[in-house]
């Protein structure tokens, strides 16, 4: 029977026969027509492997996948829970063979698919492989719309264990029938098959997905930077409730070790990724990894927050902006937090047991999952938090005998944050102790920069911090005359004594140097404090594709193009008045994507805010009052779908300021 014709029988016969799948959460609306498929178990856990595609897309060949698999067992990866070695697109051969069935490249696979399964099966590994649910592969390869019978049925005879199955080249034929069809196809077979649904988020698949496959994507795809890696974790917010064991959303595979972010973007990017319940699927070149790497995916206690049988996904608890508290619920009572800065400067993030749900209690044992130590803590979880960084606590009631105070160090200054080169200023050193006993000998100290002068305003010893309080030491700080514009560390470390032990822990504080701007000012001609871009980097006097700034038939000189989700920031020093731009979609999207477009200002109130602007819309003009505004932030957000060609564009962004110097 012709796949539509079977579509439209099996709906007119309601027929419904799920196994699992992930509910939608009370009070959602039903998920689009019921897919009749007995999915098998497949992923209680989220799926953990390996995938090409990150770092080398179609340079791929049996050699590179058959020592993968090697490295895989070798470094380790295996005994930490990686499983699948999955092959993405460019595997096939430009054409089916003469009995239409699809075939390896016999260039770059010369023995065959079945060849590199035996070899993965016989290291104790499962091995996966990649279609679309399209014409042809994004890659332009032949793939599986109209040959799923077919293609399952190749699959199965490999014995392939997953399929990731794209979206690319799909006809408008209607997702849930192309993706329903590939569903019933392996189920055919008879052989069990992790079905990975990459679609992208185009249409909600978290509401229909979980009935025919074990994941799906939920966005579109990731990069190895850090912009992008935030703008996907942006998008999982409220995606929690459909998630669970052989259902899980999958924010895209891990970047950690491809070498666009810095260590601890890396930790942040796989503590969150472990708190999301995604699939963690490395995806780097696992035959060269460095220790770093290397101990950043396979820390058992990381992954075992994301295994966690109970299957309840993490999510945002708290957000001011810079500062965010992610928390999941772990099945044996505890919660596991993600205390996550992806502001440009060190900062304190905080939060308490009964913000995070855990039941009354005494006392509280926080566990750090990467440095493996475990404190008492009576009420607050806090830590101080590098720019860009996470840390990662799990956290129970328990016993506090036996355990150290939870302690804590921040670094504030008398400033805004900015400051100007030869001028003092004063950074002061907090110290509290969150526990249930008292610390001892408490010795500040700070660092700054090279060449900036950093001097104790008192004596920088304290005896004694009992539990619940704070003790302060406070430093002169003067950054060099001629510093330049850029972030300056201040970096405290707080020794201290616990009953026997001698421990430390470091509080991160940065301030800045900036130029105000001045007269009237093109936006794109100042220096901008940091821009975090959904895709690519941010166009500056030209699009994010390198095509010249352009809406709905207007072209513009000057402009900025963050691609959307963005958050780019300036510093005005309260020296400016107004704010103008045409905002709008850039025409090379050719009048696809929908954006909204927010101005914000101190303490992120919101100065002004467009509603969805469509791809060929008329460019809508902002004119916003931005006096005694110390950080202008421009944001544009995705609109009521994902992100793709969200084309976002500030055209003639201008600032009028007053004149003179910093
Ligand atoms: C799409 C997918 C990616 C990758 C490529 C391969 O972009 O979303 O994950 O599979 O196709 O062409």
Not at 66 to 94: F, R
Not at 248 to 270: C, S
Not at 302 to 314: P, Y
Not at 638 to 649: F, I, Q, R, T, Y
């Amino acid at each position: 029977m012709h796949r539509r014709a079977r579509c439209a029988l099996l709906a007119m016969l309601g027929v419904v026969s799920l196994l699992v799948g992930a509910a939608p959460a009370a009070g959602e609306a039903d998920p689009p027509a019921a897919a009749a498929v007995d999915k098998l178990p497949l992923a209680p856990a989220p799926p953990m492997g390996w995938n090409s595609w990150n770092k080398f897309h179609c340079n791929i060949d049996e050699n590179l996948i058959k020592e993968t698999a090697d490295a895989m067992v070798s470094s380790g990866m295996a005994e930490a829970g990686y499983e699948y070695v999955n092959i993405d697109d460019c595997w096939m051969a430009p054409e089916r063979d003469a009995e239409g069935r699809l075939q390896a490249d016999p260039e770059r696979f010369p023995s065959g698919i079945k060849a590199i399964a035996d070899h993965v099966h016989g290291l104790g590994l499962k091995l996966g492989i990649y279609s679309s649910a399209g014409t042809k592969t994004c890659q332009g390869l032949p793939a599986s719309l109209d040959h799923e019978q077919t293609d399952a049925a190749s699959f199965a005879e490999w014995e392939v264990d997953l399929l990731k199955y794209d979206n690319c080249n799909n006809q408008g034929v209607p997702f849930l029938e192309r993706y329903t069809a590939m569903a019933e196809a392996l189920l055919a077979t008879g052989r069990p098959i992790v079905y990975s649904i990459t679609e992208w988020g185009q249409n909600q698949p978290w509401e229909w997905a979980g009935e025919l496959g074990h994941y799906w994507r939920t966005t579109g795809d990731i990069s190895d930077n850090w912009g992008s890696m935030v703008s996907i974790l942006d998008q999982q917010v409220g995606l929690e409730a459909y998630s669970g064991p052989h259902a899980w959303n999958d924010p895209d595979m891990l970047e950690v070790g491809n070498g666009g972010m810095t260590t601890e973007e890396y930790r942040a990017h796989m503590s969150l990724w472990s708190l999301l319940n995604s699939p963690l699927l490395a995806g780097n070149d696992l035959r060269s990894m460095d220790d770093t790497t290397r101990a950043l995916l396979t820390d058992p206690d990381v992954i075992a927050v994301n295994q966690d049988w109970g299957g309840k996904q993490g999510h945002k608890i708290a957000d001011d902006g810079n500062q965010e508290v992610w928390a999941k619920p772990m099945s044996d009572g505890g919660v596991a937090v993600v205390l996550f800065n992806r502001g440009s400067t060190g900062a304190q993030v905080s939060t308490t047991v009964d913000e995070l749900g855990l039941e009354p209690a005494d006392a509280y044992q926080m566990f750090d999952v990467w440095t493996d130590t475990t404190v008492v803590t009576e009420h607050f979880v806090r830590a101080s938090v590098p720019s860009h960084g996470a840390k990662m606590f799990v956290v129970r009631p328990g016993e506090a005998a036996g355990h150290e105070p939870a302690v804590s160090a921040d670094v504030d200054t008398d400033t805004t944050g900015f400051v100007d080169p030869g001028v003092d200023f004063t950074a002061t050193v907090s110290f509290t102790n969150d526990g249930l006993t008292r610390v001892k000998k408490a010795s500040f100290g700070l660092t700054a920069a090279d060449g900036w002068a950093v001097r104790p305003q008192g004596a920088t010893t304290v005896k004694k911090v009992a539990p619940g309080e704070t003790a302060t030491v406070s430093f002169t700080v003067t950054p060099p005359a001629e510093e330049s514009t850029g972030t300056f560390d201040l970096s405290a470390t707080v020794g201290y004594r616990a009953g026997p032990a001698t421990r430390q822990v470091a509080g991160y504080g940065s301030v800045l140097i900036a130029t105000v701007p001045s007269g009237e000012q093109w936006v794109s001609d100042l220096d901008h404090l940091a821009a975090n871009v959904g895709w690519r980097q941010m166009g500056i006097d030209k699009s994010v594709q390198g095509n010249p700034i352009q809406i709905n038939g207007v072209t513009y000189e000057k402009g900025i193009s963050p691609h959307a989700a963005s958050e780019v920031t300036y510093y005005l020093g309260e020296n400016c008045t107004r704010f103008t731009a045409d905002v709008g979609i850039n025409d090379e999207t050719n009048g696809r994507g929908s954006v909204t477009f927010q101005v914000l200002g101190n303490d992120r109130a919101v100065l002004a805010e467009t509603g969805v602007i469509l791809g060929n819309q008329p460019a809508e003009h902002l004119d916003v009052d931005v006096s005694d505004v110390l950080v202008l932030t421009l944001i544009t957000d995705v609109g009521p779908d994902n992100n793709n060609s969200d084309h976002s564009d500030w055209a003639a962004a201008k600032v009028t300021c007053a004149n003179g110097d910093r």
